[in-house]
C-alpha cells in the first residue's frame, strides 16, 4: 500500500479549483485512489465525480488514462483542466494522425498529466504500443454502467478495458465512475472491469430543487401535450428529452411546424 500525506489532496484541491474542503463522498475516493486501492463511485451528476480522478492525477507519478465516452465532454473537462493549470489533452476522431501523435509525444514527455480517450481507442496498436512505454498510475472510467449489459446505456467497447488494463506492465489502479447504478449494475461494473477489492461508495441521490412528475400519455399525443406545455410557460426555457435521436428530430420538426 503507498502511504499518503491527507494534507497533499486539500493543497492541490485548493490550489487548481479553489475549494477549501471537498464535497461528500470525495474524500474517501480520493484516498482510496491515492493509496492504490481500487473504487466505484456512485454520484449523481453535479456531484464532482471528475474531482475524484483529477486530485489524484496531480498528486500520482505518471499519467492518469479517462475513459470517457463523449467527445464533447472530453474538450470540455481538457480545456477546463489546462484553464485551471492542470495540463490535459486528448486523442479522438476529430484530430489527424499527425495531432494524436504530437499528443502521444507529449505524454511521453511527462508532459501531460491526465490523458481523455474514448473506449475504441484501447483497441488500437498504435495505443497499446503508446500505453507500453508510458508509466500510468491510474485508470479513471467515466460512465461506467457502459461496461454492463444490464444497464441501459450497454457499449460493446466497455469490455475491452479490462483487456488494456491486463495488457499494461504494471497494474495501474482503476477508478470507475457513473451517475446512477442499481445493485446489480454496481457489481456487473465490478466484474467486468476486474476491480480489485474495490471501495464502493453511492452518495444521495436526493436532489430538492428538482421536481419529479410522471404522467401517462399515449405515443400519438406526446408531441401535442409538449406543444401545449410548451405554449403554457412563455418566454421560459426548457429541455426535452427523447429516447432516441430519431425521436428528438421528430418532435423538434413537430415543434417548429
Known amino acids: 500500500m503507498v502511504f499518503h500525506d491527507d494534507s497533499r489532496a486539500l493543497d492541490a484541491l485548493k490550489r487548481y479549483f479553489g475549494y477549501d474542503s471537498?464535497?461528500?463522498g470525495q474524500s474517501g475516493i480520493v484516498d482510496a485512489i491515492l493509496a492504490g486501492r481500487d473504487v466505484l463511485g456512485v454520484m449523481p451528476t453535479g456531484a464532482g465525480k471528475s474531482v475524484c480522478y483529477q486530485i489524484p492525477a496531480t498528486l500520482l507519478p505518471g499519467i492518469t488514462v479517462v475513459i470517457s465516452p463523449l467527445i464533447s465532454l472530453m474538450?470540455?473537462?481538457v480545456d477546463a483542466l489546462?484553464?485551471?493549470?492542470?495540463p490535459a489533452a486528448f486523442i479522438n476522431t476529430t484530430q489527424d494522425m499527425d495531432e494524436q501523435g504530437m499528443v502521444l509525444a507529449q505524454a511521453l514527455q511527462g508532459r501531460i498529466r491526465l490523458l481523455y480517450v474514448a473506449p475504441e481507442r484501447l483497441e488500437t496498436g498504435r495505443f497499446r504500443n503508446?500505453?507500453?512505454r508510458v508509466p500510468i498510475s491510474l485508470?479513471?472510467?467515466d460512465e461506467a454502467h457502459c461496461v454492463s449489459q444490464w444497464g441501459q446505456d450497454f457499449r460493446s467497447s466497455y469490455l475491452g478495458i479490462k483487456d488494456f488494463i491486463k495488457g499494461l506492465p504494471v497494474r495501474p489502479t482503476v477508478a470507475a465512475f457513473t451517475a446512477t447504478a442499481t445493485q446489480r449494475v454496481r457489481d456487473d461494473i465490478a466484474s467486468m472491469l476486474e476491480l480489485n477489492d474495490p471501495m464502493v461508495t453511492v452518495t444521495g441521490f436526493d436532489r430538492p430543487n428538482?421536481?419529479?412528475d410522471v404522467i401517462n400519455l399515449q405515443s400519438?399525443?406526446?408531441a401535442a401535450w409538449v406543444a401545449s406545455y410548451i405554449a403554457?410557460?412563455?418566454d421560459e426555457s426548457g429541455i426535452v428529452y427523447c429516447a432516441t435521436r430519431k425521436e428528438t428530430e421528430a418532435l423538434a420538426a413537430s415543434l417548429n411546424a
Do not use: E, M, T
Not at 82 to 86: C, E, H
Open 22 to 24: 471537498f464535497r461528500p
Open 220 to 222: 400519438k399525443d406526446k
Open 232 to 234: 403554457r410557460h412563455p
Open 139 to 141: 485508470v479513471a472510467v
Open 210 to 212: 428538482l421536481y419529479f
Open 75 to 77: 474538450r470540455d473537462q
Open 82 to 86: 489546462n484553464d485551471l493549470g492542470i
Open 130 to 132: 503508446f500505453a507500453s
